[in-house]
């Protein structure tokens, strides 16, 4: 056990750090000054253990995991840290003592937000249960001066500015001027006595700051390190002194430009030079590391899988294969056999995407000029491939002059696992379907999950301190637990509070967010949020679509029995993607028209705050009662803010993607809003020609919703002409074809939420039966399937 100090020794580090470390008197104090001084003290207790954890792993020989990710969406730490050292009542206390709001301190905090969505949240959400588990880990990512860009809306449209959380000091971080390393870049290929010899043209140093994450109840803590690039001379002091500034520099600035700025695509790909030496940047370091502490405790480099896996959060890392075997071979003189073994047997694949559209392709010329001995295994990769399989010609990694990074990851992992049952079922039977028809035992199934702790003890004490008092604590650490809500379920004292913290909830939104949006709602209205990114198969199109239907049978009956309801958006679109930002152009347009109509403002409002991201999460999800997961069926990997909701007392509206199929079977068909095509029937839908024009044609709600868009009732249609048209002619997600079914189960929502008890029931059952979701559940299945690690003792 922990011992958790007073708020007495809380309040007196706190001024001890705003002395000593920050040097500020209390007179002169700014709320910034405070929160480092805070920080510092909850950081002196991660320390501890953090140590601790790091030294038992080393002397019990352990096997380690590391979690390779181009994104970690970590958001705030200091409040998620005080909540998992359970000092959260003492810290109340100490501010106190000290006159501090801590409210106010803990909204100083920059996010961190070095990720664009779901795949990055999960890497955060995995490090938080890795510790909370007590397994040996490491996450390996890149140390973005710029995480993803802060959204702004002008007259209704997207504008990015560049995000600057590094612009103020980081106190959980710590650099380690020892752990640098050099990545090469470019250059040749030399033979050598039998042996490759690559001599880079271009390279960079790595240097490691490490953050460590702690554990629920502080016991334990790993490591997340990010690499920062740093030019490996400093500058051109030959230049200098000619007196040529700029030039002298340039070293600097190419270097920087590496670990400067997270690539802002969702779901597109990207295929920049940048971004394929920012993925080989990460792989390279993290390698490097791990080999280098391999090697401090063992020096048989073929025991490296029985002591390292290594986890490839996508496809981003997978050149980690190629550079692995290439140390191997190249480094330490292995065959290629033996060298392709030790790197499959150390080496998994997460696949994140069935979208075309994002899976990762290079050509082979980039990949040669910037890589050019990676470029040669590879190709020895694919041809060892095609001998020993016995594979058809059409698979393979490089196909038509590009290098398909899915094939690598996939040739090069012991374990592919897919992140939802229906995705994992999807995984084998299309992209990888040849594939897994030649290594059938290799696909296997973790369904994602999300850490309660942040998601549910943190964003939500109203409902945490209920669940506390009616079934005890040990939820937090183990969230199977809420089973035991279920008898309360039928309880009306227990409804009555849960409906109380819900209230109170929308509240503290509605006071806070909302009216921070110049708007003023009824916190008894269906609180109805949409918050991820905007992508076309998430369908906000849809969900904006239905309002728009919905304010024009309000008009036409303007004193029928009405539930009131307040829809809330949230999300970025990648600043390339065109059609994304014209429907958030849309949503704002149309709440600008209905927010001000008199005739129904009472009934629907819609909110759209900017710039979302973790923090606002944190502030919507427990405010929310209707979950909106309408993505086009089989086209949603899993999603995680599906599970956020649900643990939260949401109830989702919602197709049969993704985890929302087990979401549904756990939680009850009959406490879950089904709508719209399965995936099998939305493939149908989608190869019938004029399938779109012929749904229109058959809906008087959504034909009279376009035509409003198209007469220019919110605002000039010409921005719209294009996204009608493709909603006609095209409608590749199926908006149109599952529109009639979303409206009629939005009138269903509707009624089930007049009954009041009714509505409580399902919400409890939600909760009761979210257990699963827990990203511990997730993490003991990597352990258990892919990683064969064990939890460590204390
Ligand atoms: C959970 C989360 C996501 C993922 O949401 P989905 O609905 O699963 O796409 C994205 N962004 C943030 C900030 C999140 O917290």
Redesign the pocket.
């Known amino acids: 056990m922990i011992q958790l100090p007073s708020a007495e020794t809380l309040r007196d580090q706190i001024l001890y750090h705003l002395t000593h470390t920050q040097g500020r008197g209390e007179e002169f104090a700014t709320t910034f000054d405070w929160r480092l001084a805070v920080s510092y003290t909850i950081r002196d207790l991660i320390v501890t253990p953090w140590m601790s954890a790091l030294r038992s792993s080393r002397d019990q020989g352990a096997k380690r995991v590391y979690y390779l990710s181009m994104e970690f ?1 970590i ?1 705030r730490i200091l409040g998620d840290a005080i909540i998992n050292l359970r000092l959260d009542d003492a810290m109340d206390e100490a501010l106190e003592m000290l006159g501090l709001d801590k409210q106010e301190i803990l909204d100083d905090e920059p996010d961190a937000a070095l990720g ?3 795949l ?2 999960l890497a955060a959400c995995f490090m938080e249960s890795l510790s909370s588990l007590r397994c040996p880990a490491f996450g390996y990512g890149i140390r973005y001066e710029h995480g993803l860009f802060r959204q702004r809306f002008e007259a209704g449209q997207q504008v990015e500015t560049p995000e600057d959380w590094l612009n103020q000091p980081h106190p959980w971080e710590f650099v380690r001027l020892d752990y640098s390393f050099t990545i090469g870049f470019k250059g040749h290929v030399e033979q050598v006595d039998g042996r490759a010899v690559w001599h880079p043209s271009e390279s960079v140093i790595a240097r490691a700051y490490d953050t460590p994450v702690v554990g629920w109840k502080g016991e334990w803590a790993n490591t997340l390190r990010l690499w920062g690039a740093h030019p490996t001379t400093l500058f051109d002091l030959h230049r200098f002194n000619a007196g040529d500034y700029a030039a002298a520099a340039e070293p600097e600035a190419l270097a920087r430009t590496i670990s400067r700025v997270l690539y802002p695509d969702d779901g597109t790909e990207s295929g920049k030079e940048l971004r394929l030496k920012q993925e080989y940047f990460l792989t390279a370091a993290a390698l490097q590391d791990i080999l280098r502490r391999f090697l401090a405790e063992h020096d048989d480099l073929r025991m490296l899988p029985d002591k390292v896996a290594i986890q490839l959060n996508d496809t981003h890392p997978a050149i980690a294969g190629p550079e692995l075997m290439r140390i191997l071979m190249d480094d330490h003189g292995m065959g290629f056999a033996e060298a392709r073994d030790i790197a499959k047997g150390t080496m998994n694949y997460t696949n994140h995407t069935l979208l075309p559209e994002a899976l990762e392709r290079w050509s082979t010329w980039l990949m040669g000029r910037v890589l050019p001995r990676h470029m040669q295994i590879i190709q020895m990769i694919d041809e060892d491939h095609r001998k020993t399989s016995g594979r058809p010609d059409h698979v393979g990694i490089i196909q038509h002059d590009q290098v398909q990074m899915g094939e690598l990851a996939f040739i090069m992992a012991g374990r592919v696992n897919g992140v939802s049952a229906l995705h994992t079922d999807l995984v084998k039977s299309t992209v990888f379907a040849d594939l897994h028809k030649l290594h059938p035992d290799r696909i296997v199934n973790e369904t994602n999950g ?1 850490t309660p702790r942040r998601w549910l003890r943190m964003s939500n004490p109203a409902l945490a301190g209920l669940l506390d008092q009616t079934i005890g604590e040990g939820w937090t650490g183990d969230l199977d637990q809420l089973k035991q809500l279920e008898s309360h379920a039928d309880d009306p004292a227990f409804r009555e509070r849960l409906r109380g913290a819900k209230r109170a909830n929308k509240v503290w939104l509605s006071d806070g967010v909302l009216a921070g949006l110049g708007m003023k709602v009824d916190p008894d209205a269906i609180f109805d949020v949409q ?3 905007i992508h076309e198969y ?1 369908r906000q199109l849809l969900n904006i679509l239905e309002a728009i239907a919905l304010w024009r049978r309000i008009h036409d009956d303007p004193n029928g029995d009405w539930t009131p309801r307040v829809k809330i958006f949230g ?1 970025k679109a990648a600043p390339g993607y065109w059609l994304a930002k014209t429907v958030i152009h849309l949503i704002n347009d149309v709440a600008a028209k209905i927010n001000t109509d008199p005739v129904t403002r009472d009934l629907l409002q819609i909110a759209y705050p900017p710039n ?3 923090s ?2 944190e502030d919507l999800i427990p405010a929310a009662d209707l979950s909106e ?1 309408i993505s086009t069926a089989g086209k ?1 990997a ?5 599970m ?1 909701f649900t643990m939260n007392g949401a109830l989702t509206i919602g197709t049969l993607d993704g985890a929302n199929v087990e979401i549904r079977e756990l939680v009850g068909p009959e406490n879950f809003f089904l709508f719209g095509l399965t995936t099998d029937e939305a493939d149908k839908a989608r190869a019938k020609p004029g399938h779109a024009r012929a749904a229109i044609e058959a809906s008087d709600d959504l034909k009279a919703a376009l035509h409003l868009i198209a007469e220019g009732r919110f605002g000039r249609p010409d921005p719209y002409y294009a996204l009608l048209d493709r909603t006609w002619n095209d409608d590749p997600f199926l908006v149109a074809s599952d529109f009639d079914d979303y409206f009629a189960t939005q009138r269903k929502v509707d009624a089930a939420y007049r009954d009041q008890a009714g509505w409580d029931r399902m919400a409890t059952l939600n909760i009761a039966r979210s257990g699963f979701f827990s990203s511990d559940r997730t993490i003991r299945g990597y352990m258990n399937d892919i990683w064969h690690v064990q939890p460590m003792g204390l």
């Not at 899993?638 to 599906?642: I, P, Q, Y």
Request: hydrophobic share 25%; aromatic share 4%.
């Open positions: 969406l958001g664009n969505g779901g990055g949240r999300v918050i991820k990114r998430k999300g979302y991201n973790v606002m999460a997961q949603e899993s999603g995680t803010g599906n956020k």
